[in-house]
C-alpha cells in the first residue's frame, strides 16, 4: 500500500524552529516539499535528490534544511527563523523512477503526495 505519513505540523512564534518529516511505505528517488498558503497556488518549497542533491525555494535558503534517509525512506525539512509568510499547509511529495539526482521545484513530476500539516506561524 502506497502510503506518505507526515509530522511535525504546529503553532509556532516568529523566529521559532519546527522540523517536519515525511516517512513513505516505498523506496523513493525525489523528496520534496511543497506548501499552501490560503488563497494562494502550492509552491514548491525544497526537494532533495536520492543522490543527495538539494533544491530550495528563494524564499527559504538560508534557514530551511532537507534531508533525507534513504534506509528509513523518509524526508525531513528543518525551519529555523521562521515567519509568518511561512505559514501553510506543507505537503510532502515523492517520485518513484527517474534521474537519482533529480531536485524537480515542479508539481507535476512528483507521483505520490502526502496528506498535508499545518505550519502556523504567529507575529
Known amino acids: 500500500q502506497v502510503q506518505l505519513v507526515e509530522s511535525g505540523g504546529g503553532l509556532v512564534q516568529a523566529g521559532d524552529s519546527l522540523r517536519l518529516s515525511c516517512a513513505a511505505s516505498f523506496s523513493t528517488y525525489t523528496m520534496g516539499w511543497f506548501r499552501r498558503a490560503p488563497g494562494k497556488e502550492r509552491e514548491f518549497v525544497a526537494a532533495?535528490?536520492?543522490?543527495?542533491?538539494?533544491n530550495y525555494a528563494d524564499s527559504v535558503k538560508g534557514r530551511f534544511t532537507v534531508s533525507r534517509d534513504n534506509a528509513k525512506n523518509t524526508v525531513y525539512l528543518q525551519m529555523n527563523r521562521l515567519k509568518p509568510e511561512d505559514s501553510a499547509v506543507y505537503y510532502c511529495a515523492v517520485t518513484i523512477s527517474g534521474d537519482v539526482y533529480s531536485t524537480s521545484y515542479q508539481k507535476d513530476d512528483y507521483d505520490y503526495w502526502g496528506q498535508g500539516t499545518q505550519v502556523t506561524v504567529s507575529s
Open positions: 532533495i535528490s536520492r543522490s543527495g542533491t538539494t
